[in-house]
Nanobody, 118 residues
Framework: QVQLVESGGGLVQPGGSLRLSCAASRSFFGFNTMAWYRQAPGKQRELVARITSLGSTNYIDSVKGRFAISRDNAKSTVYLQMNSLKPEDTAVYYC????????????WGQGTQVTVSS
């Protein structure tokens, strides 16, 4: 059973910042590459950023220089620091392994809503 709990979302003005957290079960977190994904209304879920167990990171072009992914292996937690937020960053944000454990809902947490609006 996948256990993922995302938190930290909210409503923020353009240019603002948020820090998302994702607590995973230890067995799921392990030495896996972890990632943040997002799904905007009417769009498919997309990969935002990923981080290996050793801390190597990768980002999609649209968030490079604005977002930073990190992880605390001792706490089985992955973070996403989001700065200079734009309206197009509005989405439900999820964490999972990379690649994801699966597509069905029980492989995912509830996500956390990020809304960027003035």
């Amino acid at each position: 059973q996948v256990q993922l709990v995302e938190s930290g979302g909210g409503l923020v003005q353009p240019g603002g910042s948020l820090r998302l957290s994702c607590a995973a079960s230890r067995s799921f977190f392990g030495f896996n590459t972890m990632a943040w994904y997002r799904q905007a209304p009417g769009k498919q879920r997309e990969l935002v950023a990923r981080i290996t167990s050793l801390g190597s990171t990768n980002y999609i072009d649209s968030v490079k220089g604005r977002f930073a992914i990190s992880r605390d292996n001792a706490k089985s937690t992955v973070y996403l620091q989001m700065n200079s937020l734009k309206p197009e960053d509005t989405a439900v944000y999820y964490c999972n392994t990379f690649p994801p454990a699966g597509d069905l809902p029980h492989y995912w947490g509830q996500g956390t809503q990020v809304t960027v609006s003035s």
